[in-house]
């Protein structure tokens, strides 16, 4: 487990892919027993240790998970997630679509000269699409228009790079819908790289997907000072041959 932010009221976890939020069905031990047994063990608390979950990430993604210590930071970070006050940021490793396909709607291909650039990536683009989640095969599907118990679901993502099957993008959520990410991209013909259930034409060999919890950024709910945490790249040489930061680097 790695510790990347730490104070009494908050702690933030750098997820493992494969490690689970909370207990579920498996019986696997959840990330949030290891928090506490950590945080038992580091202050030499007597009893019971109190730690709040306040959001989850999918079992095969990486990355930031924030806790709250105590009580107050719990129903305070409750609310800011509710009500859209924490900024969180995905990376993900998608599949490259090739020039005259549906890739020249989204902007999933390469920037060529006179693209409108950032800074640091590419054009920001909106997906919205209405998600219908089904329970049983626990995945969601994405339609163009409202249906039956549909929930709206809104990203905004920009490509930062390319090889020559992948791209990666950035990703911020707007809504908080079942797998949407996941469904969003592979709905325009990008799956995220790994990821079976939603496309992709084989598993990555740690059983991943290649979508990382990448950073994280609030205002404190006790401190009110801003918060802001980045996660490392997964220990894989693709995400690393694909970080535009170290490309700037080298």
């Not at 027993?33 to 730690?51: M, Q, S, T």
């Not at 950035?170 to 013909?189: F, P």
Request: with cysteine; net charge positive.
């Amino acid at each position: 487990m790695e510790v990347v932010y730490e104070d009494n009221h908050i702690i933030i976890v750098n997820k493992k892919s494969g490690e689970i939020v909370q207990g579920d069905k498996t019986g696997d031990r959840p990330l949030s027993d290891i928090v506490k047994d950590y945080i038992k063990e580091k202050y030499a608390k007597p009893g019971a240790v109190f730690l709040g979950v306040v959001h989850r990430l999918d079992r095969p993604v990486a990355g930031l998970v924030v806790f709250a210590r105590t009580s107050k930071a719990l129903s305070r970070l409750n609310k800011m997630f509710a009500e859209g006050e924490v900024h969180k940021t995905y990376w993900a490793i998608v599949r490259r679509q090739e020039s005259g396909d549906r890739s020249q709607e989204t902007g999933v291909r390469r920037q060529e000269t006179g693209d409108r650039r950032q800074e640091s990536g590419g054009e920001w683009r909106t997906l919205e699409h209405w998600l219908v989640r089904n329970e049983k095969q626990n995945k969601s599907y994405a339609y163009d228009q409202e249906k039956p118990n549909s929930k709206k679901a809104i990203l905004k993502y920009r490509v930062l790079n390319h090889s020559d099957n992948y791209s990666l993008v950035e990703v911020n959520l707007m809504t908080g819908r079942h797998h949407q990410i996941r469904c969003q991209l592979a709905s325009i013909g990008c799956p995220i790289k790994g990821d079976l259930k939603y496309g992709a034409p084989r598993s990555n060999p740690d059983g991943s997907i290649s979508l990382l919890s990448r950073r994280v950024e609030f205002v404190h709910p006790v401190s009110k000072q801003t918060v802001i945490v980045e996660a490392p790249l997964p220990d894989d040489n693709l995400w690393h041959a694909l970080d535009p930061n170290h490309q700037q680097s080298g």
